[in-house]
Every structure is written in structure tokens, then in C-alpha cells.
């Protein structure tokens, strides 16, 4: 055995950490100064944070920041004169006599580059500046140890944990994140995130001087346009409104996880954690770039809300129509709405309509109660004619507090879950039309009593009848029965069983009921077959059509396993993805029944000769942002980190008018938040589709899925299978070929001739390159879902992509993967075993 390396390494780190733990103060008489070196560092205690001289990106400018000590990448936390750099290494950081940290120029002294300014200490004093192990640098006063100045309350782009943004009230300080102007100049770039004092305090993003993005305001249990987390079991959230300030700040619960939140070049702000095996940041949280995030997208008094089946996200509030309905028309909502005419606000019979689930618009021009409950906050909006909605302050159990809303509504959403329940001021008209929900005044009171009775009664009389239905129904259907094996002892004890089951958030189908809708699982019936099972088609007594996918019994999944799968599933609702309508279990028998969609599957339209020529660039380039939205509200959006590990054409089925909209969770596992890479003993997927880190070794992250819809972007592009060959081309499918032409510049040459209609190169090209970045080999050089939708979305300059993963099977021995069919020319459901 060789020991040398291993002794020689002891020793540098024996003198390395014998070199910084020497100091993490600056007094007068120790300053840090730049050099060609890289000059002096500072390492806080605990060795996580360092300070010193910087250059950022390809700049040649020097800096004072602050970055993390032990990590290998980089990563500047705090910029000292981010606005006013140092042209060579002559700076050095000292204490001057009155208190100050003062950064200088050794070839010009006259000016300081940077100072603190904070204080003036009597001449026999004198101050030390601490990096402490948070990343906070302080200064303190020598003696007393009193706070004279500390960098949390000036950060640049990073919000760091227990670092609070927000306004001082007492000294007027507000603390606020800004973005760099780019990688390599960390000057002052042009979006913020601050806390707005005015009204009920709220936290926005801003481009300039003007509102883009608004987290929203505190509403007792998170920033009220932030998507729920309902329990975050990693990070604490904190929000403060008192005489003393106005801030927010977030910790961690366990400190030995490095975390922070960047507002980057692009205005984007971001949660990373560092993850020492994968030794690099991972993106947790992101905001996300959809429509309904920009400030006023849908104008004054109107609704975005994504989850809508027509192509455009705005609405108008109800009682509201469009300003200017030829431009709501072309789908610009931002001239926003306006009382229908001859609405009487401020008249008798006027109430309140509930919205659920909503995202309440900006709260600048509020007026606030603490302490006011719900019902006399509608008192007190009633009260006042220019009053047009209300909500609750404080949502959490037990909370209170009124927020009024006078005059415009801006900024509203709707979200699928989570938000809040919203009242708006409605007149006599459309109240009638809410009537149900709305607590109007006496007289609709009054009325709403009356309904109540008479509806117990008419709910008794259907209850009855139903059940003398059933009764006579239940005779009739003994032969159904019968065909499928079921003896009444055996029905009996599925009923009961059943009724353990239930659950509110998932409709348990009943076995008869699936029987009659598909004709007894008759083959006419069915749409499709696959390693996993069949799918039938089926129509409830009640029209519904339906999808019914019936598990192949040998699934190996436990009863209970799957039905917390299932319930997981349920609670996606998405545009782009396929809704579950609930799931059926019968003996060893498990089915899982979907909304029905009439126009079959992608892989149906674009790799077929002639029905591909229905499907033009605009409609392929809105079902390839379909589906990269839905794969995002998976990764990102929904309440759990889904993978799906499974995508290809043939699981992207198209509704009515062509939308997408992805299929088959079946095998999406569910990953809890702060599991970025899960090993599987299984490897489930589709060859052609399938990543190389996922194929080989079984891993699986985000970013596996984001290989398998760079292979689907080609495919839709080209309206070829990835698994194709291609005449003259080298590489064994289409991946390759589409690299061979990239390098080549002719890589239009492989474009689907059937978009013979006139369509822009440019966006075209631009979609390949952003296909090349998703398959390329190293998991870590694809961009996110975030990226590629930010990506699709706009015309930025993207990196060049490196060689993509299209021959994985020539670089390891095909030995690893064994078991299992895998066809080179069927698009199939295959299972491969590991070894
Ligand atoms: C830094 O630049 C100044 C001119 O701006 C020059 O006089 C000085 O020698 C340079 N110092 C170093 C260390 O390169
Ligand atoms: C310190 O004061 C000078 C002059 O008033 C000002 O130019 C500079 O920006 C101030 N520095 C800081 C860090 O506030
Ligand atoms: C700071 O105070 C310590 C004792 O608290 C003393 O030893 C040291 O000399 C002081 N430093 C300066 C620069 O006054
Ligand atoms: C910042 O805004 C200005 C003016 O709107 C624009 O010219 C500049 O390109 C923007 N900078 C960045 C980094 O986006
Ligand atoms: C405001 O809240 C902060 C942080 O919780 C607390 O330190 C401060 O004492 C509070 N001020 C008042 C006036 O309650
Ligand atoms: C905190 O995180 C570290 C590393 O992730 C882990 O080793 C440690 O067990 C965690 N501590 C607690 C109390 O959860
Ligand atoms: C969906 O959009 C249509 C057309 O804009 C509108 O009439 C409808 O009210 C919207 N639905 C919701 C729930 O916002
Ligand atoms: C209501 O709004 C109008 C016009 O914006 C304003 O003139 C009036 O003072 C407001 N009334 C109240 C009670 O706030
Ligand atoms: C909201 O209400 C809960 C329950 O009364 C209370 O504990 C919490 O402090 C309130 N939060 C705010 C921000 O007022
Ligand atoms: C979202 O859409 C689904 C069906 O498309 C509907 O059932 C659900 O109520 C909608 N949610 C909201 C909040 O509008």
C-alpha cells in the first residue's frame, strides 16, 4: 500500500486550516490586502463563510465580497463595493480612526473606494470587523461590543438564512435584494425584491421602478402568491409587521444545510441548496414564469387563472366585462375590465360573491382592521361605497383581521389550490346568480333560510327515490355480475371495504359501475395496450366519458402502496396534464379511470404520413409548451416533487382543440422536496427515451425527464421516432443525425417537410439548439424544466450545446441492462431489471 498521497494531502489541510483559522477580524492594526495571489482571506469561525478580493466571471475588476468557504464552486454571497470596483489588485480593507471599514485604493488614497460610514467613535476608541460563521460581517466597537454597522442590512442579490429584508421603521432603513447586471459585474442590474410599506405591506419583484412579479402579502401562514407548502419541512418562514419593522426572513431547521435565494440577471429569483454529493447547487424553488405572475397581466379587475380549458388565461372578475374587447379578443388582457353597464353598486340588494383559491390583488391601496372579524368586515365594506372587496388578514386557524380593497382590483389570480377565499362587491343581479354562495343582506338572509329547508326536504325525497331505484337496479344487474365473477357474499364484503376506503379527495369507482361503462371490458372497447395494461374506453350512466386503465395484476404493488400513489395523483390538477378521475381496486384487481380524450396520442398525429400535416409549427410549438408546463407543475409546482420517468409521444394525449396534456403517472414516484436523486433497483422507462444516467445506473432526477422531452422536442420538430435510422447518417437515431447537421449548420435539412405552411426558421433552430441542451450527456448541463420554458418563451442567448447522449449503449457494456425486451423499432412500454 502507497501511503504518501494520503500523508502529504493530511499535511496541506493540517496547514491550510492552520493558515485560516488565524483570524476572522479586522482591526486597525490587521487590515487584508489584494494581491496577485489572490490576497488575504477572512474564514469566520466555523469556516463556512470567507472574505476577501474577488473577480467575477471573465472581469478583471476587483471586489470585496463574501463567499462560501468549503465549497468548491464559487459563490459570492455579498458584494462590498459591487458599484465601484478596484481596477487592479492595490486594495487593501482596513479600520479607520473614526470606526469605519474603509476600502482603498493603495494608488489613490485620497478618496476611499468604499466606506461604512456608520460612525464617528471618540479617539480612544476603536472598532473590529467580524465575519461571523452566518455570513454576516459586523462591526462592532472594541470594547462595548456594540453593533455599529453589519452587512445583512446591505445585501446585494442573496438573501442568506436569518437575514432580514425589510424596513426599519425606527432608522428608515429598508433592505432590499438587487440583481446583478451580469455574471461578470455585480453593479446594481435591474430587478429588486422589496418589501412595499404602503398599504398592507406586501413583498414585490420589481423591473425598475415598476411592480413584475408579486409575492403578495403575509397572510398568516405564507406570501399569499406563493403556492402552498403547506408544511416546508426544511425552511422556517417569518414575517414581521410591527411598530419596529416590517420584515421577512426565512432559517433553516437544521444549519448545517447551506441554502440561499438569489434575485438573478433576469429578474428570476431562485432557491438553491447545496448538495455535497452531487457537489453542486440545486435549484429548489423557482419563481415561476408563467403568465399569471406578471404584475397586472389581466388588468384592472380581472382573474388569471391557468387552469382554464380556453386558450386564454384572463377573465374578468364577475359582474365585470372586458374594457376593450377587441383586444381582449387578441388575448391582451391588460386594459383589464369594467363594471358591466348599468350595474347599481351602492344600492339595496348588493352583497358578496366567494372566490376560492385566489391570489388577492395588490394590497397598496388597502385599508386594514386588526382584530375585525370576517362578518364585520363585510359590515364595514358594505359601509363604504368605494369598498369593492374583502378578505380575511390572517387566514391561519384562528386568525382575524379584515383587509378592505377600495377602488381598482389589480393583480387577481386563481390558483388550482392553496390562495385564499376572496369576497368581491357584486350588484343585486349577479348576486341572484351566486346566490347560493353569497351572504348577502337581511333580505337575501332570509331567503337563503327558506332554501335551506326546502332543500333538506327535496334531498330527502331524491335520497329516497334514488335508493328504490338502486334497489330495483341492483336485481337487474346480477347478470353482469355473475359474468365477472363476483358472488353476492363477495359484493357485500367489497362494499364494506369500500366504505373503509373512501376518501375525500379520491372517488372510489365501483366495480359494476366500470363493468357497465366499458360493456364489460369488452375488446371493442379498447384504446390501448401496454406493459402495464389495457386501456378501455367507457361511458358513465351519466354521458361522462372515461378512461379506464386496468393494471396488469402482476404489478407487485401492495393495496396500500397504491393507494397512496393514487391519492398523490388525484391531487395534480394541471392544464397539461391528464386529470385522474378516481381508482377502482377489486381483489388483486387494481384500475385507475381518466378523463377521456377524443384525440388520441401525439405519437398518433406526428409520426404518421399524412395526419401529421395537421399539426403546424404554431399548434407543435404550443403542445411543446404545453407539455413543458406540465412537466415544470410536476417537478416544481405541485405540492410533491414528481418525476415521471416515463414521457414519449405516446404518452402526451391531445384534447379537443389539440392541447397536451401528459398521461400515465403510473410510474411517477414521489419524491419528497430535499431528494434531488433517488436510486432505483428497477430502471422503468422507454428506450430512445431514456436518459444515460437512468439506463446505466438506475438514477433518476428532474433531469431525466428533462432528457426525455429534449428527445420528444426533436421528435415533434423532425416528425420522426428517435429510434428511427436514418439513410446516411452515421449514428444509429435521430439524436445523432440532429447533432451531425447542428455541427454542419443545415440542421432545418431534418425539419418535418409536412410544415410546408411558412414558419420562422429562427424559432425553429432555436427549438433544436434548446433540444440539443436537454439530451446532453452530463444530467448537470441540462437546463431545468424553469430554464427551458424561460428558454422557449424568449429570445435569449442561449450556451452552445455540447455532444448529446445518443449512443449510450457503446460506452458500457450492454451487461448492466439484462432481462427484458428492448425493441429498437417499437415505441413500447418496456420494464428493464437491473442486473
Ligand atoms: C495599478 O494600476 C495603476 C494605474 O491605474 C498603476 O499605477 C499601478 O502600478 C498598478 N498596480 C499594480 C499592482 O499593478
Ligand atoms: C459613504 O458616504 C459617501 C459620501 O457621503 C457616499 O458617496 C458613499 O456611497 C457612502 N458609502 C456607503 C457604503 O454608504
Ligand atoms: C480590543 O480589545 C481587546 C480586549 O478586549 C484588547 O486586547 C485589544 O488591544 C483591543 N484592540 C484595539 C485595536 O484596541
Ligand atoms: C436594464 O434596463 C435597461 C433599460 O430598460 C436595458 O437597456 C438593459 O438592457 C437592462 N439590463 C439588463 C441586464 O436586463
Ligand atoms: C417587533 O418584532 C421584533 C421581532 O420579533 C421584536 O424584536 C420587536 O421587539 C417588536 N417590536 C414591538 C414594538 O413589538
Ligand atoms: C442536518 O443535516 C446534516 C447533513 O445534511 C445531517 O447529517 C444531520 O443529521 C442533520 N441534523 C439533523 C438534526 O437533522
Ligand atoms: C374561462 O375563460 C372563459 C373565456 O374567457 C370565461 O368565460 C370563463 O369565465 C373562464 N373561467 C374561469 C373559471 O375563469
Ligand atoms: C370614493 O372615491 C371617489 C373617487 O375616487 C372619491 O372622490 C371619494 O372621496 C371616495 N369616497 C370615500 C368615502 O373614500
Ligand atoms: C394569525 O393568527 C394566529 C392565530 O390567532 C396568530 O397566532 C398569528 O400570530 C397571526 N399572525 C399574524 C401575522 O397576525
Ligand atoms: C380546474 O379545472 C377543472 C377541470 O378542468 C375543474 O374541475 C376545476 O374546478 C378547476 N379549478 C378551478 C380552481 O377553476
Known sequence: MNFEPQISYILIQFLFLGLCSCHDTISITQPIKDGDGGGDVLVSNGETFALGFFSPGKSNYRYVGIWYHKISEKTVVWVA??????????????????????LSDNNDQTVPVWSTNSSTLPTNEY?????????????????????????????????????????DRRTGLNRFLRSWKSEDDPSAGNYSYRINPTGYPQMIFYKGQVPWWRSGHWNGIRLSGVRVFTTNPLFHISFVNND????????????????????????????????????????????????????????????CDLNNTTEFECACLPGFEPKSPSEWNFRDGTHGCVRKPGSLICSKGEGFVKLENIKPPDTSKVVVINGLSLEACEKECLRSC????????????????????????VDTRIFTAGGQDFYLRVDKLELAQYAKISKGSVATKRIRITMVILGVIIFFIITFIAYWFAKRKRKGQRKLFNNANITSEESLKEEKLEESRTHPDLPFFDIRTLIAATDNFSVTNMLGQGGFGSVYKGQLINGQEIAVKRLSKHSGQGTQEFMNEVTVIAKLQHRNLVRLLGCCIHKEEKMLIYEYLPNKSLDYFIFDVTRRSHLDWRKRFEIVNGIARGILYLHHDSRLKIIHRDLKASNVLLDASMNPKISDFGMAKMFEEDQIQANTNRVVGTYGYMSPEYAMQGLYSTKSDVFSFGVLLVEIICGRKNTECINGSQFPNLIGHVWELWNEERVLDIVDPALCQPFSTDEVSRCIHIGLLCVQEAATERPTMSDVIFMLGNETTLPPPKTPAFTFQSTESPKSISGGAVSLNRVSITTLEAR
Open 386 to 409: 368605494n369598498c369593492t372587496a374583502y378578505a380575511s388578514a390572517n387566514i391561519s386557524e384562528g386568525g382575524s383581521g379584515c383587509i378592505a380593497w377600495h377602488g381598482d382590483l
Open 81 to 102: 463595493n459591487r458599484d465601484n470596483p478596484i481596477k487592479n489588485t492595490s486594495g487593501f480593507l482596513s479600520i479607520d480612526t473614526q470606526g469605519n471599514l474603509v
Open 244 to 303: 419596529t419593522e416590517i420584515s421577512f426572513m426565512w432559517s433553516t431547521y437544521n444549519t448545517s444545510i447551506l441554502s440561499r435565494v438569489v434575485i438573478d440577471e433576469s429578474g428570476f429569483s431562485r432557491r438553491y441548496i447545496w448538495y455535497e454529493q452531487e457537489r453542486g447547487w440545486q435549484p429548489l424553488l423557482s419563481a415561476p414564469t408563467e403568465p399569471c405572475n406578471q404584475y397586472g397581466h389581466c388588468g384592472a379587475f380581472g382573474l
Open 127 to 167: 472598532a473590529v470587523a467580524q465575519l461571523l460563521d452566518s455570513g454576516n460581517l459586523v462591526l462592532l466597537r472594541n470594547e462595548s461590543k456594540q453593533l455599529l454597522w453589519q452587512s445583512f442590512d446591505y445585501p446585494t442579490d442573496t438573501q442568506l438564512a436569518n437575514m432580514k429584508l425589510g424596513l
